[in-house]
């Protein structure tokens, strides 16, 4: 059965606290992976899209890996305005896109 | 400042009733998608567009559920009888392309079933 699970389900960080994010997937037919964030009230917004394994994309504090079993989203000295859920998604085959449950972060100065 | 607009925001309303959601997407973006986001399943996709042909509407349940795009600025998403189980958060998001593209999300229509 195809799966998308993140983890951790929460996590807190101080100010510039590195840390990664995991989202691991098993599905048949993978064409592409998402990330977006979320904020409280508000639509995801897109963050990344990777669509083979080995490959990497950056922007600002966050950087996204992709493997062939998962991804990380790796955060970079976050800062408070970071603080948001993040989601992954992952697109199959004939056109199926699995989203997993978000891992809430929060920074604090 | 392009962005999806969604209506209404906000809807209460009791079991049984007809809800009707709206969504204007982005313009000249081809692509439309409605998911729905709940705390138990987070979020879903329903159904998508693209070039205001339904291209999977595989996530919606048939029976009560149905979505149109009547013109290319126009989405909609009907529930026909409404039934507690529906409350959630329903976003439509628009991209130009299909999957690969940006997705850019409304802000939600929060629907309350009572």
């Known amino acids: 059965e195809d799966q998308v699970t993140q983890s951790p389900e929460a996590l807190r960080l101080q100010e510039g606290e590195s840390s990664s994010l995991n989202c691991s997937y098993t599905?048949?037919?993978?064409?592409?992976l998402f990330w977006y964030r979320q904020d409280p009230g508000k639509g995801p917004e897109f963050l990344f899209t990777?669509?083979?394994a080995g490959e990497e994309k950056e922007k600002e504090r966050l950087k996204a890996t992709l493997t062939k079993k998962e991804s990380f989203l790796h955060i970079t000295a976050p800062k408070p305005e970071d603080s948001a859920t993040y989601l992954c998604?992952?697109?199959?085959?004939?056109?199926?896109?699995?989203f997993g449950t978000g891992t809430r972060l929060q920074v604090f100065p | 400042d392009a962005r999806v607009t969604q209506t209404p925001r906000d809807k209460v309303t009791e079991m049984g009733q007809e809800v009707t959601m709206r969504c204007q997407p982005i313009l000249g973006h081809n692509t439309v998608f409605w998911y729905r986001q709940t705390m138990m399943q987070g979020l879903e996709l329903l159904a998508y567009?693209?070039?205001?042909?339904?291209?999977?509407d595989s996530g919606m349940p048939k029976d009560r559920f149905s979505a149109e795009m009547p013109d290319a600025t126009l989405a909609t998403l009907k529930i026909q009888p409404s039934e507690p189980r529906d409350s959630a958060v329903y976003f439509c998001?628009?991209?130009?392309?299909?999957?690969?593209?940006?997705?850019?999300f409304g802000p939600g229509t929060r629907l309350t079933v009572l």
């Open positions: 998604a992952v697109h199959r085959g004939t056109d199926k896109l699995i």
């Open positions: 990777l669509y083979s």
């Open positions: 998001a628009s991209a130009d392309g299909g999957f690969y593209n940006e997705q850019f």
């Open positions: 567009f693209r070039n205001r042909a339904p291209l999977d």
């Open positions: 599905v048949s037919g993978l064409r592409g």
